[in-house]
């Protein structure tokens, strides 16, 4: 089987290269044979090699939800619909945490070598990117808006990298401190709406941040976007509930609001940012669409 491994070397604070030279090259030679390796230096690099590259049987994505979310693009562009093994080193890894591919190296390659391909959905978003141009592009995981951006934002600039949930944490408080509610005109449901919001999460995952379960009740394979918003509210009103969402149970809040549609709008009153899997891509306005059965993941 013609493989090709994409590695982020930057994954997790330089993890991914370490891990990958003193684990996961050898067990991927064991479970999945011979195979072409490219390794990533800057964005854009694992969308450009799976859009440029011949035609893989499959692509291994030795990396997190950035990584994923750049070959997912590079292949949707070559209009590939190629399967993906993930082999998760980054520093959120959220999107495994809903396949339930949670485990060692070993067991996430043994599920690639020994899985069928298994068909789930995307999202498709429609924004004004970083250079002030109106872009479209895939989704795999979440896309926030407001808050949850701003946080990625100082997690991308921090000068020392931690991963996980310390990550976000130590990014999370010198935002809270400073942030505000972000005015927003939404429409979902056919219905149209005008509050402000801390953040908005589109889900078709239910984790972000390093494993907070943000949108609890999405499925990556239902065929439906899980919007949740986290409206205004006092900030100490605000610390006290934020540890619900790690949990999944902040959807009992009132100034919590949660639908579920195929296509969601948004636009903001002030300049607002959005992430995408875990990078910042730019600002409302957003136009989010399911892309159903878009997807195929080794499992």
């Known amino acids: 089987m013609n493989t090709l491994v994409v590695v982020n070397p930057a994954a997790s604070a330089g993890r991914a290269i370490k891990d990958y030279k003193n684990t996961i090259e050898s067990l991927l030679h064991r479970y999945l ?21 011949e035609r893989f049987d499959r692509v291994i994505c030795v990396g ?9 693009n590079g292949l949707h562009n070559a209009d590939l619909d190629t399967p993906i093994g993930l082999v998760s080193v980054g520093t959120g890894n959220d999107f495994k ?3 339930g591919l949670v485990g060692s190296y070993e067991y996430m390659i043994q599920r690639i070598a020994s899985g069928k391909p298994k068909v789930f959905d995307l999202l498709e978003a429609t924004y004004k990117g ?17 808050f949850d951006a701003a946080v990625s934002q100082r997690i991308n600039d921090a000068r020392f ?7 976000y ?6 935002e809270f401190i400073t942030t505000g509610t972000y005015p927003v005109h939404f429409s979902a449901n056919g219905n149209f709406s005008q509050k402000t919001y801390y953040l908005i999460a589109f889900g078709n995952g239910k984790y972000f941040g390093g494993g907070m379960k943000v949108c609890p009740d999405a499925e990556p394979d239902d065929g439906l976007i899980d919007a949740v918003g986290i409206g205004g509210m006092p900030k100490l009103r605000l610390l006290y509930h934020f540890p619900k969402i790690y949990k999944g149970t902040h959807l009992s809040v009132n100034q919590v609001d949660h639908a579920r549609d195929k296509e969601f ?4 009153e002030k300049e607002t940012p959005i ?17 159903e059965k878009a997807l195929k993941i080794l499992l």
Request: aromatic share 6%; proline share 2%.
């Open 64 to 72: 997190g939800d950035g990584t994923l979310n750049e070959l997912v």
């Open 97 to 99: 945490k809903t396949l």
């Open 33 to 53: 044979g011979d195979f072409s390796v490219k390794f990533t230096s800057g964005v854009g690099d694992a969308a450009r090699f799976a859009y440029k590259g």
């Open 130 to 146: 970083l250079d002030g141009k109106m872009i479209t592009r895939l989704a795999v995981n979440i896309i926030g808006v407001g």
């Open 169 to 174: 944490v130590l990014s999370f408080l010198p």
């Open 161 to 167: 990298k931690v991963r996980g949930k310390l990550s």
């Open 275 to 291: 992430e995408m899997d875990g990078e910042v891509v730019g600002t409302l306005p957003l136009k989010v669409k399911i892309q």
């Open 265 to 268: 709008n948004v636009n903001g």
